[in-house]
């Protein structure tokens, strides 16, 4: 599985990985009491800058992450079947838009809301996801680095979307119940097989879905400053 350009992308990845660390900017913005506020102390414009950066680099990360899975554990033919099999991805039956037509129609409104709502379907597969890797016994640690820090920056992102819907929308936020939802039900602990392609598809929908978020903030950002030459 071309182990040697594996692990030179793994030692080049262990050089430039603190970087990543230290270069995203924290989304946090609380009051001392430890609630959300309406971050009087940052404009909207830097908010959603800081968010939009946050979303990049979860989708780089997420890329990243899926691309080192695959060499380790999904040879060609295990990804052509994956294909051919359909696996569904999770947020499948969210009713976000999907064709070009349908983004370029919805609101601001829905656009962050249909961001809100992919980053809290994924929050709970993702723990999951980091459970079910400590449990493989050669998961190399970049991997398992990567996935908890997408993880932990996703919460962070959640944030920092709540507090931009507060101050551009002066409203409330939709949350999800994944239980009422049943969008991430794996109770039962499945075969060896079975579950490096269930975390597989994980990885695959997930980075997806992050360049999703990505690709509506930065729409977002462009209706700001040139609204009628967003595409």
Known sequence: MHLVSVMQRGVWAVLLWPNLLTSSIPLDCREEQGGLSRCPSISQEKLLDRVIQHAE?????????????????IPLPLQMQRNQAGFSCITKTLPIPS?????????DKWL????????QSWIEPLVYLQTSLDRYDAVPDMLLNK?????EKLISLEQGVVVLIRKMLDE???????????????????EMLES????????????????????FLKLLKCRQTDKYNCS
């Open 57 to 73: 680099l979860i989708y780089r990360v997420s890329e990243e992450s899926c691309s080192l899975y695959e060499e380790m554990f």
């Open 147 to 151: 996935t908890k820090w997408v993880s």
């Open 196 to 215: 490096v392609m269930r975390d597989y598809t994980i990885l695959s929908c997930f980075k997806k879905d992050a360049h999703k978020m990505e690709a």
């Open 172 to 190: 409330g936020t939709l949350t999800i119940d994944h239980s009422d939802q049943g969008l991430f039900q794996y109770d039962v602990q499945p």
């Open 112 to 119: 962050l809301h249909s961001v809100l709502m992919l980053v």
């Open 99 to 107: 064709s070009r037509n349908e983004i370029q129609q919805i609101s």
